[in-house]
């Protein structure tokens, strides 16, 4: 089995763990800051087909410490004589963007030093493992999502991936708690008060006409998904890797189910490879 093995370093606050992030939304295993001593035993651990680890990710940093990053050409060179051909990516910014960073967020530099000194002792300590990298990145500039499609383009690798789940629900139950965008349904005309439909739920073909043949209904979709076509490559361009759409009706089980999967196969329609998910359609709560 052939491993896809990168080591991530760089300068802190340069962007490493967002990049492995990424890369764990991509599919790789990620594993930060592991002792640079044990590199050669998760080595072993990758080439043993049966962890199916075929693509890794470390993160290794100034965190290791002075002595054990000494230790880390002799670390690797085991790896590679254990035929894993490793890449290393070195994450760096400039300066004044990486002290900006700290005093946004307030963290203490892993050196402990004023943090203008500390990024300048870093660069030292790490300069020798910048000169053996086989790609830099200067993320002083870059957007997360800008940084998502380097790392992608720089790995072979598809980054415009978004996973899209449409959940259809019903109010009465409760907002879905990982819900990105609610649209709320009620206002479309109420198949519960049709007798015939009442129930009948929107995956069956006669409720699904009663609610699209709707006036209200038509220019909902009209206006609706021309929205998600603007929105979804927004949220891609800025790295987001999760969307989720709630579309809620009173009970779940008519209205909601009815726009979900028009929603689900307009998304289809424009590439895209949503899930779709009826969390109340088998609920029984009048009215619906």
């Not at 965190?63 to 990053?69: E, F, T, V």
């Not at 910048?130 to 957007?143: A, G, M, P, Q, W």
């Not at 089980?253 to 088998?282: G, Q, T, W």
Request: charged fraction near 30%; glycine fraction near 8%; proline fraction near 3%.
């Amino acid at each position: 089995m052939k491993t896809e093995f990168y080591i991530i370093t760089g300068l802190s606050g340069a962007g490493k763990s967002q990049a492995l992030k990424i890369l764990e939304d991509l599919g790789f295993f990620c594993v930060d800051n592991l002792p640079v001593a044990l590199v050669p035993t998760f080595a072993d651990m990758c080439l043993d087909e049966k962890n199916g680890l075929d693509k890794v990710a470390l993160g290794i940093d100034v965190r290791a410490g002075k002595n054990y990053l000494s230790s880390l050409d002799k670390n690797l060179e085991l790896i590679r004589g254990k035929g894993i051909k490793y890449k290393i990516i070195y994450f760096r910014a400039d300066e004044a963007t990486l002290a900006h960073r700290y005093s946004e967020t307030r963290r203490k530099h892993p050196l402990g030093k004023r943090v203008v000194d500390a990024i300048r002792g870093e660069k030292k300590l790490l300069e020798k493992i910048r000169l053996k990298s086989d790609l830099e990145i200067d993320t002083s500039h870059l957007t997360l999502g800008e940084l998502k499609e380097i790392l992608g383009r720089l790995l072979g690798i598809s980054s415009d991936v978004l996973k899209i789940s449409v959940v259809s629900f019903g109010y009465k139950f409760g907002i879905p708690v990982d819900a990105d965008l609610v649209i709320d349904v009620r206002f479309l005309p109420n198949p519960n008060y049709v007798a015939s439909l009442r129930e009948k739920t929107g995956k069956d073909s006669s409720v699904k006409r009663y609610v699209e043949r709707q006036k209200p209904t038509k220019e909902f979709f009209g206006r609706f998904l021309k929205l998600l076509e603007f929105l979804v490559p927004l949220y891609i361009n800025e790295g987001k890797s999760y969307l989720t759409i709630g579309i809620g009706c009173t009970g779940g089980r008519h209205r909601s189910v009815v726009v979900a999967e028009r929603v689900a196969a307009f998304l289809r329609k424009i590439k895209y490879n949503p899930v779709i998910h009826h969390r109340d359609i088998e609920r029984k709560l009048l009215p619906g």
